[in-house]
Nanobody, 120 residues
Framework: QVQLVESGGGLVQAGGSLRLSCAASGRRYSMGWFRQAPGKEREFVAAISWSGGSTYYADSVKGRFTISRDNANYTVYLQMNSLKPEDTAVYYC????????????????WGQGTQVTVSS
């Protein structure tokens, strides 16, 4: 079983950047980032295969966010640039033994989340 711990959230002004990290206790997992804003359903943000060779992004973040991983340190990152107030949410990382893409039900393990707040 893998344990996931997110970090790196915080308060940033619109147009700014943040980098989220997700420390995983195992390394052979495809990983994803999701987010949930108050009063809204959880939505997919980005995913990366265990090798790092495949990535997938939601249209809303394409060109602004980059997912990457460092398997030597069992860590997945989400670099978020050009942040917008609508990016405000709790961000969760998740892990899957398969390639789950954007489908949240395919992820078997979830972190506790980290808050990202973008002020206008």
């Amino acid at each position: 079983q893998v344990q996931l711990v997110e970090s790196g959230g915080g308060l940033v002004q619109a147009g700014g950047s943040l980098r989220l990290s997700c420390a995983a206790s195992g390394r052979r997992y495809s990983m994803g980032w999701f987010r949930q804003a108050p009063g809204k359903e959880r939505e997919f943000v980005a995913a990366i295969s265990w090798s790092g060779g495949s990535t997938y992004y939601a249209d809303s973040v394409k060109g602004r966010f980059t997912i990457s991983r460092d398997n030597a340190n069992y860590t997945v990152y989400l670099q978020m640039n050009s942040l917008k107030p609508e990016d405000t949410a709790v961000y969760y990382c998740a892990a899957s033994l398969s390639w789950p893409g954007p489908d949240s039900y395919k992820y078997g393990y979830w972190g506790q989340g980290t808050q990202v707040t973008v002020s206008s």
